[in-house]
């Protein structure tokens, strides 16, 4: 690159770096430091005892099962619908591929209530299920829907723009030379999009793991079977358990930044395996 | 980009490449019945608790509806989350520019760090951003005894509010910018300094016109979060009626007290406001879509 040189020939980089600096640390560094601040407070036995109560622990339980599980049922459907999006042509299509973006769009609270009247068991689909013996509402499998809902449009975003990349002759070549549909999509697509694939399961489960709004509606909320873990920090919160709070929360904290790390990687990934910037 | 939105690109339909050649076409039975299963599993999660929530809203009728809706404590949680939308998203807007600003015109150590921590917003749980705000601000909290000896509310009081709305919107500019910014290199800014244009004018007349629908994308974005966010806001809000309660909250409230079709109505305007943001995503789509085919053709 040409800019390596000291010499800045544009105005303003003290300015915007430092009120960069500056505002990031008043709203996000200082306020997230205070969390390990004030658990590194309650020296570790409290802190473990608080983080990993049973109630906590079978939080813990549902939340990261439930997000695994929805994530990987996005992972399947979120490509089928990306798939679908790029390669056919149907009516009402744009209307679809814009819509995929409402979880992102419509407020969490909303698409809880949503859900809760769909599921529930008078609901439109609740009704359907009931005679099945199947339960939706107020059981884990509704944190599940809920997961599903909010988790879709990360896996069909981070795969679209690689699918609409692909150039054909790869799979010409593999046609070429004696692979049906199958084996072309198999050996040649897929090892193209797994890199992006893994990158939307994993940013679906980031967002699946710290999830309330949509998910606490439809859960029903019953200690040690459908409580999630941010709950539990409501919880604690409203019973005036600050230090009980703050150790879920680092717990939480700490996930979220491994994954961040992970998801980083991921990224890198993708931009080396398809030549696409990040 | 963890945890982000979808960052702009362009709306060119790729499914005629693809069908118009037999090596990346399926037979017709493959493809309608990929077709079908994707569009079910699409009505199932995404169309079916959008058309809900508006039979649900009419169910007893428009007089339901419209006293809903102007129900004075409906009316001042349309006001306080209009108020937290309008300081919200122009700071982080201010910000997302500076950000963009100082990341891709110029080199220094240590950015990527400082991307990867600009990202943070989007990877904490909303519950944990209202939790931090609570231990820095209630009254446990390291302000908390100087804040009620000078008789200052932020926690269960509409600062509270603004600062938790603030911190979860946190990145939705920059995110947009950086990249578009990195894109556009900085050769043209170059050369309009070299020609005699301030700070301010380049950024003006240069940079600002590239930029203008990743920005827009980011701050639109940036508003439907700020006006629809409910974990981080219920945390610091206290729930305190015709005072700290924004929108979601109030729908929360009404749908806890069985008043369904109420939560419903009020839900309606905020799911139509997650139609007007994806209709603009839409148009802004559209528009950066043709500028790009413009540039391409010059």
Not at chain 1, 53 to 77: D, E, M, Q, T, W
Not at chain 1, 138 to 150: K, Q, R, S, Y
Request: aromatic content about 12%; proline content about 5%; glycine content about 8%.
């Amino acid at each position: 690159m040409a800019s390596s040189t000291s010499f800045r020939v544009l105005p303003g980089f003290g300015l915007s770096l430092g009120y960069t600096l500056g505002y990031l640390s008043l709203i996000v560094l200082i306020p997230l430091a205070a969390v390990f601040f004030k658990a590194g407070s309650l020296g570790f036995d409290h802190f473990w005892d608080a983080a990993t109560s049973p109630r906590v622990l079978a939080s813990y339980r549902l939340s990261f099962g439930a997000s695994l599980i929805a994530a990987g049922i996005n992972a399947v459907f979120g490509l089928m619908l990306a798939w679908v999006l790029v390669r056919y042509s149907f009516p009402g299509k744009r209307l679809v591929d814009a819509q995929v973006d409402l979880p992102f769009a419509l407020p969490t609270a909303v698409a809880g209530i949503a859900l809760t009247a769909l599921y529930a068991k008078n609901g439109w689909i609740g009704s359907l299920l009931e005679p099945l013996g199947i339960k939706v509402a107020f059981t884990p499998l509704g944190v599940l829907v809920a997961l599903v809902f909010i988790g879709l449009p990360f896996v069909v975003r981070t795969v679209q723009p690689i699918l609409e990349d692909l150039d054909t002759e790869y799979e010409e070549a593999a046609v070429s030379l004696g692979a049906n549909r199958w084996q072309a999509f198999r050996h040649v697509v897929f090892p193209t999009l797994f890199p992006a694939l893994l990158t939307g399961f994993a940013l679906a489960f980031a967002r699946a793991v710290g999830e309330y709004g949509s998910v606490i509606f439809i859960a029903g909320n019953i200690p040690m079977v459908s409580e999630i873990t941010p709950l539990m920090i409501i919880t604690r919160l409203e019973q005036y358990d600050y230090a009980g709070a703050t150790a879920v929360a680092v717990v939480m904290l700490i996930f979220s930044f491994l994954l961040l790390l992970i998801i980083n990687g991921l990224q890198a990934w993708t931009a080396k395996r398809t030549g696409r910037a990040r | 980009m963890a945890g982000a939105a979808a960052v702009l690109h362009g709306t060119a339909d790729h499914a005629a490449r693809f069908e118009s050649k037999a090596a990346t076409r399926e037979p017709g039975l493959v493809k309608w019945g990929l077709i079908a299963l994707a569009l079910s599993f699409f009505a199932f999660f995404l169309l079916l608790p959008l058309i809900a929530v508006f039979v649900e809203a009419f169910r007893k009728g428009w007089e339901t509806y419209f006293n809903a809706l102007v129900d004075p404590d409906a009316v001042s949680a349309i006001k306080l989350t209009l108020l937290a939308a309008a300081i919200s998203v122009p700071l982080n807007l201010v910000f997302g520019v500076a950000a963009a600003w100082s990341i891709t015109k110029f080199d220094f150590r240590g950015k990527h760090f400082l991307i990867t921590l600009i990202d943070l917003p989007f990877s904490v749980s909303p519950v944990v951003s209202g939790l931090i705000y609570v231990l820095v601000f209630g009254a446990q909290g390291w302000f908390g005894p100087w804040l009620s000896d000078n008789d200052v509310k932020v926690i269960f009081a509409v600062p509270g509010i603004v600062l938790a709305t603030v911190f979860v919107t946190f990145p939705f500019v920059a995110r947009e910018l950086i990249p578009l910014m990195e894109a556009q290199g900085k050769e043209e800014e170059e050369a309009a300094v070299v020609l005699g244009a301030r700070g301010w004018q380049v950024f003006w007349h240069v940079t600002l016109p590239n930029v203008k629908w990743g920005l827009m994308y980011g701050v639109i974005l940036c508003n439907a979060r700020a006006m629809g966010e409910f974990g981080a806001v219920s945390v610091v809000s206290g729930h305190i009626r015709g005072y700290t309660n924004t929108m979601p909250l109030h729908v929360e409230i009404l749908y806890n007290e069985y008043q369904f079709a109420a939560a419903f109505a009020v839900a309606s305007v905020l799911a139509l406001l997650a139609i007007v943001t994806l209709v603009i995503k839409v148009w802004v789509e559209r528009q950066a879509g043709k500028a790009a085919t413009v540039s391409e053709d010059e």
